[in-house]
């Protein structure tokens, strides 16, 4: 069973092409992130939703939507794609800040990314 | 904001010895937590290790263990009995709990264990 999932796994498309990666989990939790990871392999967060409510939007073009229709996806729609695009994307999830036995559970979980390359 | 620095960006180890990468974070923040995440060649973002701030105790998971010194900001990784599968990427996070979860990653330390 397949805890974070990122549909598709490989994305080549041409500059100025709409694309969408979507983002499901089945752990139940609350919250779900997007990262970008470079070239140079920095990660770098881009959005937070909590119950399909945004609470983290990072400094990212505005040709970057996220979507979330329920708490269990979290989608990423680009428009207009360019080149400096390119890199792997990744979603996570956690449980939010929940206490759970009297710790808190804010271990990230990823999905598998995304390798986006634009043409 | 919040930094993490990987000062290491790459590292190597004999197969069965001991290596530890250091990481250390900039914050005004007392509560937090410290992450270890491992990404293998498959791309695949793997937790390692986890620490609360507010713990003294340091956190081991079967080879792996933190030292981790709060005054100084240190969070260092020892990976002991290194075995192959062990190599990967290495990144250090730090999060703050209730601003959003975020997560704060460091530029990450490419491990590679050597038959």
């Known amino acids: 069973d397949t805890a974070v999932s990122q549909t598709p796994k490989y994305l080549v498309t041409q500059m100025g092409n709409d694309k969408s990666i979507k983002c499901e989990q089945n752990?139940?939790?609350?919250?779900m992130y997007w990262y970008k990871q470079d070239s140079k392999k920095f990660l770098k967060i881009m959005f937070s939703y909590n119950n399909k409510e945004l609470i983290i939007n990072e400094t990212v073009p505005n040709r970057f939507s996220p979507k979330s229709p329920d708490k269990a996806h979290l989608n990423l729609h680009i428009n207009s794609l360019e080149l400096g695009d390119s890199a792997v994307y990744f979603c996570?999830?956690?449980?939010?800040?929940?206490?759970?036995?009297?710790?808190?559970?804010?271990?990230?979980?990823f999905g598998p990314g995304t390798r986006l390359l634009v043409l | 904001a919040q930094t993490v620095t990987q000062s290491q960006p790459e590292m190597s180890v004999q197969e069965a010895e001991t290596v530890t990468l250091s990481c250390t974070y900039d914050t005004s923040e007392n509560n937090y937590y410290l992450f270890w995440y491992k990404q293998p060649p498959s791309r695949q973002m793997i937790l390692v290790i986890r620490?609360?701030?507010?713990?003294?105790q340091n956190a081991t998971e079967n080879r792996f263990s933190v030292n981790f010194q709060k005054a100084a900001k240190s969070f260092s990784l020892k990976i002991s009995d290194s075995q192959l599968g062990d190599t990967a990427m290495y990144f250090c996070?730090?999060?703050?709990?209730?601003?959003?979860?975020?997560?704060?990653f460091g530029t990450g330390t490419s491990l590679t264990v050597i038959p």
């Open positions: 752990l139940g939790h609350d919250t």
């Open positions: 996070a730090f999060m703050k709990p209730f601003a959003g979860n975020q997560f704060y």
């Open positions: 996570a999830s956690s449980l939010g800040g929940h206490q759970l036995g009297g710790e808190f559970q804010e271990t990230q979980y």
């Open positions: 620490q609360e701030a507010y713990k003294q």
